[in-house]
C-alpha cells in the first residue's frame, strides 16, 4: 500500500503497533490500591488492642494474615489460577478475621478459620469478587459455631498477654460482657467513656469504637468506601434502639449508646458490612442494605440465643445483594422522558 | 457554578499542548483523499488519474446523505485506490501528487455579500458545497444536520467541551480565532432562522471562556457557558443534560428535545466558507503523547498521512506501541500509520510501551465505582458480566443498548476489567441478534400463511359429500343420517386441515430451529477472538496486515475467573 514514509526503527521496518478497543488510558484506582487503604484504616485498632490486650493480639493477627495469605497462594497453585495474593485483599481478609476472635484463642484457631474463608467461602466460589458472603465473618462464625467455648473466653482490659504466652483460665474475665448485661436487661458496670475508648473486654479489633470511627473517616477521605452504610446500619440501630429499648428499665438515650459501642457494631458496620464483594453497588442499595444489617442485628441482640447479632445480620444481607441490587438499578438515562 | 450532569468521572487531562500555538505544516508530498469521510454514501470521484486539480477543487461529489470532498493541494491525480482510514475502515481515495504551487481553485472566493441577504437554503447549500461535516469525530454532514433540524430545534448549541484528554485542537481554535467560531455560529443561527445560541465551553478553558465573553459581551444573540470539566462532558446527551435540564436518550437525535449540536471546528469551517469560499480542507490536530518529540497543534491538509504529521513534531521519541487517531477515551488505536487525516480527525496520540501497557489479568471487585460514574445511569459492572457469560438476554433487560461506549468505566474500574469492550461486543451482538429474530419472524409469518392457504385448499376439497346426499329419498331419517355423514367428513377434513398446518408449523420450527443453529454457528465463527491482547499486538503489521478492520470492534477475551 502506500508506502511513501518508512519510519526510523531498529529494522527499518514499521514499528508493530499494538491495536486494543477505547479507552486508551487508564484511571490510577487499583485493588490492590484500595485494599491497601483499608489495611491502614485497620491499623490503629491493632495498635490499640496490643495496648490494652498485650501482644498477643499482634501474634494472632499476623498468624491470621499470615495463613490467609498461604492458602490463598496455595490454592491458587494448586489450581492453577492467576496468582492473586498481590491485591492484598487476603491480608485483609485475615486482619477482618483476627479482629473478630478474643485475644485468648489458641493460634490454630486463626489458622483454620483462614482456611475457611480463603478456600470455602472466597476460593471455591471463583476467588476474589465471586464469594455470595464475607469471608472474614463467615470463619467467624465457623468458628463460633464449631467452639463456643474458646470464642467466648474474654479477657480483661489491661491484660497485658505476652506475645507468644497462653492463656490460662486465671485471665479469663468472670463477668459478663457489657453486650451480655444489656441482654439480662442490666447497663453495663463499664462506664460508657470506657466503652467509647475500648477499656473493655471483647474481641481484638472491635474495642476501640473511637479508632474505628477514625478508620471510617479515614475510608471516607479516601474514597475508598460511601458513608451509606454504616450510617445507615448503625443509625437504624440506634433509632429502634432509641424508639423501642428491650426493656423499660433503661434510660433510652443511654441503652442506645451502649449499644452502639459495645460489641462489634462498628467493626461490622464500617468494615464488614462496607465489603464491596458482598454489599450492593448502587447507593440506594447500600442504604437498604445497612437498614436490613441494623433491624436483624438489634433483633438478634433483643431475642437471640446470641449477644451479638452483627456477624450473622451482614451474612444474611450478603445473600440478598444480587436482589437488592436488582431492585434499585437505577433509571437510565432519557429513561424517564424529563422533557421540561 | 458551572454547569454538568450527574455521574461521568474527572479523567486526568493530560492537556499538555494546551500553550502550543497552531502552527501550519507544509504541504506533503502526496495526500490521499478518502472519498469517504463522512456518514452517509461515499462520495464518487469527480476526477481521473492524470487530471490536474487545485487546490479546493471539488474531488468527489454525493447524491444522497454525505458531503463532497475536495483536495487540499494543486497537483496530478496519480491514482485512485484503497486507503486504510484512521478508524480502521476501508474507502477509495484519490492520490494526488503535490505539485507545490497551492494553486487555488477559481470557484474559491469569497461570498462577498452580507449574511442578513443570504437565505436559509443558500446558507445550506453553500455549506454542502464546501464538503463541511462535523469535525467533532461523527463526522454527521453538517449540511444534513441543518436540513433535518429545520423549524424543529430552538436551541443551537456550539460544543467546545472537548472532555477527551490530550486534545486541545479547539481550545487553541478558541483562543485563537474566536471571532470565527462565533461568525459561524451567527451564519448556523441565521440558516436555523434562531435568535440564541450557546457556546459551551469546559471551565479547563478559562482563557478562551474570558476571550469569548469579551467579543459577545452581554445580553446577545451568542452566551456562553461554563461546563464543569468531567468526562464525557462533551456528549451531546451529557452537554444538553447540562445546558437545558433534558434527558436526550441514547438512539434519538438532539433535535428530538429542540437541540443541534454543533463542534467548535465545524462553525469555524463555517465561517471559513463563507468569508474565504475555501472547503473544508485543512483542520487543526493535536499531536501528542510520549512518544513524540515535539507535541503540538497542527494545521494538517486533509488527506495528509499520519505519519507525515508525526514526522512534522520532530517525528518518534523511542518506539512507539500504540498510535491512537482522535482522543484516548473513544478514539481509535490504528496499525497503519500511513493512514490519512480525515476531517473528523481531532488527535494523533503517540504512546510507549509505558502507556499502552494492559493488564491482563482483571477481576471485579463490585466497588460500584462504574455504576456511580456511568453518564447514562447503566450498571456496567453487571452488564460486562453479562456480555462476558454471553447472557444477552440479561444484558438487553439491563439496557445494553443505551450504552453510548464512552468508556469511563473501564477507566475508573480499579479491578482492571475492560467493562466497556465487554459491552460493545454484547452489544453488537444484542443488535445482531434483534436483526436475525426479526428476519426469523417474518420467515415464520411466511411459512404459516402458506400453511394456512394449503389447509383452506384440503378443507375445500374435501366437503364434498355433502352435496353427494342421496336425492332420490325424502326421508328425514336418511336425511339426518347424510347430514350425520357430511358433518363427520367435514370433520375429518378439518382434521386433515389441522394435520397439514400442524406439520407445516413443524417444518417452520424445523426451519427456524436450523437457521438458529447456523446463526449460533456463525456467531461463534465471529466470536473467536485473539487469545489475549497480546497476540492482537502482535497480529496488525501496518504493511501485511490487509483486513484487521472488525477487530477493532472485538473485546480482548481473556477468559472471566
Known amino acids: ?340 | 457554578m458551572p454547569l454538568t450532569f450527574k455521574g461521568g468521572f474527572h479523567v486526568e487531562e493530560h492537556k499538555h499542548t494546551a500553550k502550543c500555538q497552531t502552527v501550519r505544516m507544509p504541504a506533503p508530498a502526496r495526500v490521499y483523499i478518502p472519498l469517504q469521510q463522512h456518514i452517509g454514501a461515499p462520495a464518487v470521484c469527480t476526477v481521473k488519474v492524470g487530471d490536474r486539480v487545485l487546490r479546493g477543487q471539488k474531488l468527489g461529489e454525493v447524491n444522497g446523505l454525505g458531503a463532497p470532498v475536495h483536495s487540499s493541494v494543486s497537483g496530478i491525480v496519480e491514482k485512485i485506490d484503497n486507503v486504510t482510514l484512521p478508524n480502521g475502515t476501508k474507502s477509495m481515495a484519490v492520490i494526488i501528487a503535490n505539485d507545490g504551487e497551492d494553486a487555488l481553485d477559481p470557484s474559491v472566493a469569497p461570498l462577498g455579500r452580507r449574511l442578513g441577504d443570504v437565505p436559509s437554503e443558500e446558507i445550506t447549500a453553500i455549506i454542502r458545497e464546501a464538503g463541511i461535516t462535523g469535525m467533532g469525530g461523527a463526522s454527521f454532514p453538517t449540511h444534513a444536520k441543518l436540513s433535518s433540524a429545520m423549524g424543529k430545534v430552538e436551541t443551537l448549541i456550539v460544543n467546545c467541551a472537548e472532555c477527551e484528554p490530550y486534545i486541545t485542537a479547539d481550545h487553541r481554535l478558541l483562543l485563537e480565532h474566536p471571532a470565527s467560531v462565533i461568525n459561524g455560529t451567527k451564519i448556523l443561527l441565521k440558516a436555523l432562522g434562531l435568535r440564541h445560541g450557546i457556546i459551551a465551553v469546559e471551565d479547563n478553558k478559562r482563557g478562551a471562556i474570558d476571550k469569548l465573553e469579551a467579543l459577545l459581551g452581554e445580553g446577545g444573540l451568542i452566551s456562553v457557558k461554563e461546563l464543569q470539566t468531567k468526562y464525557p462532558q462533551g456528549d451531546e446527551r451529557q452537554l444538553i443534560y447540562a445546558l437545558t435540564g433534558k434527558e436526550l436518550p441514547a438512539g434519538k437525535l438532539p433535535s428530538e428535545v429542540g437541540c443541534v449540536i454543533f463542534n467548535a471546528a465545524t462553525t469555524a469551517a463555517v465561517f471559513t466558507a463563507f468569508a474565504k469560499g475555501l472547503p473544508l480542507i485543512e483542520r487543526i490536530v493535536t499531536v501528542d503523547g510520549d512518544c513524540v518529540n515535539k507535541p503540538g497543534n497542527v494545521i494538517v491538509p486533509i488527506g495528509t498521512p499520519m505519519i507525515d504529521v508525526i514526522n512534522f513534531c520532530g517525528g518518534f521519541k523511542g518506539e512507539p506501541k500504540k498510535i491512537i487517531a482522535g482522543g484516548p477515551m473513544m478514539g481509535n488505536a490504528v496499525w497503519d500509520v500511513n493512514a490519512p487525516i480525515v476531517k473528523g480527525s481531532s488527535a494523533i496520540l503517540c504512546f510507549s510501551a509505558k502507556l499502552a501497557k494492559q493488564s491482563e489479568h482483571f477481576a471485579c471487585i463490585r466497588c460500584g465505582r462504574c455504576v456511580e460514574a456511568c453518564p447514562m445511569h447503566l450498571m456496567p459492572a453487571y452488564l460486562a458480566q453479562y456480555a462476558a457469560s454471553d447472557n444477552l438476554e440479561a444484558c438487553e433487560k439491563w439496557d445494553i443498548l443505551s450504552c453510548v461506549e464512552c468508556g469511563t468505566c473501564s477507566y475508573i474500574c480499579p479491578g482492571q476489567v475492560p467493562i466497556v469492550q465487554y459491552i460493545r461486543a454484547a452489544k453488537a451482538r444484542v443488535n445482531e441478534e434483534k436483526k436475525a429474530a426479526k428476519a426469523r419472524e417474518e420467515e415464520r409469518a411466511k411459512l404459516q400463511a402458506e400453511a394456512v392457504a394449503k389447509a383452506e385448499e384440503t378443507a375445500e376439497a374435501s366437503p364434498e359429500p355433502e352435496k353427494a346426499v342421496p336425492a332420490l329419498t325424502k326421508e328425514e331419517l336418511r336425511a339426518a343420517k347424510a347430514a350425520e355423514k357430511a358433518r363427520k367428513a367435514a370433520e375429518k377434513a378439518e382434521a386433515a386441515a389441522a394435520k397439514a398446518a400442524k406439520l407445516a408449523a413443524k417444518e417452520a420450527a424445523r426451519a427456524e430451529a436450523l437457521s438458529a443453529d447456523e446463526e449460533e454457528a456463525a456467531l461463534e465463527d465471529e466470536a473467536v477472538m485473539p487469545e489475549d491482547v497480546s497476540t492482537s499486538e502482535e497480529a496488525p503489521h501496518p504493511v501485511e496486515h490487509s483486513e484487521p478492520a472488525e477487530e477493532e470492534a472485538e473485546a480482548p477475551s481473556a477468559d472471566e475467573e
Open chain 1, 1 to 340: 500500500m502506500n508506502q511513501n514514509t518508512t519510519i526510523e526503527g531498529g529494522s527499518g521496518l514499521p514499528p508493530l503497533l499494538t491495536v486494543s478497543p477505547s479507552p486508551h488510558i487508564k484511571g490510577t484506582d487499583s485493588t490492590r490500591g484500595i485494599m491497601l487503604d483499608v489495611v491502614i484504616a485497620l491499623l490503629p485498632p491493632l495498635v490499640f488492642a496490643c495496648y490494652i490486650f498485650g501482644m498477643r493480639a499482634l501474634t494472632v493477627t499476623l498468624v491470621s494474615v499470615a495463613a490467609c495469605l498461604l492458602s490463598e497462594g496455595l490454592f491458587n497453585l494448586i489450581l492453577k489460577r492467576h496468582q492473586s495474593i498481590g491485591d492484598l485483599s487476603a491480608v485483609v481478609t485475615g486482619m477482618l478475621l483476627a479482629y473478630n476472635l478474643p485475644v485468648s484463642v489458641p493460634l490454630w484457631m486463626p489458622v483454620l478459620g483462614a482456611l475457611f474463608a480463603i478456600v470455602v467461602v472466597k476460593g471455591l466460589f471463583g476467588g476474589i469478587g465471586k464469594n455470595v458472603v464475607n469471608p472474614a465473618l463467615a470463619a467467624r462464625v465457623f468458628l463460633f459455631m464449631s467452639f463456643p467455648d474458646l470464642m467466648s473466653r474474654y479477657v480483661p482490659p489491661g491484660s497485658a498477654i505476652g506475645a507468644f504466652e497462653s492463656v490460662s483460665d486465671a485471665d479469663i474475665l468472670a463477668g459478663a460482657t457489657p453486650l451480655a448485661q444489656l441482654k439480662q436487661g442490666t447497663m453495663p458496670d463499664i462506664p460508657l467513656m470506657d466503652l467509647i475508648i475500648g477499656s473493655c473486654p471483647g474481641t481484638i479489633g472491635e474495642v476501640s469504637s473511637l479508632l474505628l470511627i477514625a478508620g471510617f473517616i479515614y475510608l471516607m477521605v479516601r474514597k475508598v468506601i460511601t458513608w451509606h452504610i454504616p450510617i445507615a446500619y448503625v443509625g437504624s440501630v440506634a433509632l429502634i434502639c432509641y424508639l423501642l429499648p428491650s426493656s423499660s428499665a433503661f434510660i433510652p438515650h443511654e441503652f442506645m449508646l451502649s449499644q452502639i459501642f459495645s460489641g462489634g457494631l462498628l467493626l461490622a458496620a464500617i468494615f464488614m458490612a462496607t465489603d464491596y464483594v458482598t454489599s450492593p453497588i448502587t447507593r440506594t442499595g447500600r442504604i437498604i442494605f445497612g437498614i436490613g444489617c441494623g433491624i436483624i442485628t438489634v433483633f438478634i441482640r433483643y431475642f437471640g440465643g446470641y449477644n451479638e447479632g452483627a456477624s450473622f445480620a451482614i451474612l444474611i444481607m450478603n445473600l440478598l445483594v444480587r436482589y437488592i441490587d436488582n431492585f434499585t438499578k437505577p433509571v437510565k438515562f432519557g429513561g424517564l422522558k424529563k422533557q421540561a
